[in-house]
Nanobody, 115 residues
């Protein structure tokens, strides 16, 4: 059974930084792509960033230049470095992994940006 466990969320002031981690059970090489999504109550879950098994990355326009997705294959972990955080980045952040035809989700970690 695939398990994704997020960590690293919390409360941070505007302009601050956080690094989210997603620990994966098993080898992340088995996934075609992994990513981070976010969702606020009452809203649809939206893509933040993805990284393929080949290392190609994709970002939502709202986070380009501020967020960086990366992977540590030896640790089976995917990261999301978030800099210059804004109040509108406040959401629950979810880790996602794709191994066709299935998609897997973690339980999420809360990020709150507030002074």
């Amino acid at each position: 059974q695939v398990q994704l466990v997020e960590s690293g969320g919390g409360l941070v002031q505007p302009g601050g930084s956080l690094r989210l981690s997603c620990a994966v059970s098993g080898s992340i090489f088995s996934f075609a792509a992994m990513g981070w999504y976010r969702q606020a109550p009452g809203n649809q879950r939206e893509l933040v960033a993805t990284i393929t098994s080949a290392g190609s990355t994709n970002y939502a326009d709202s986070v380009k230049g501020r967020f960086t997705i990366s992977r540590d294959n030896a640790k089976n972990t995917v990261y999301l470095q978030m800099n210059s955080l804004k109040p509108e980045d406040t959401d629950v952040y979810y880790c996602n992994a794709i191994r066709l035809p299935n998609r897997y989700w973690g339980r999420g970690t809360q990020v709150t940006v507030s002074s």
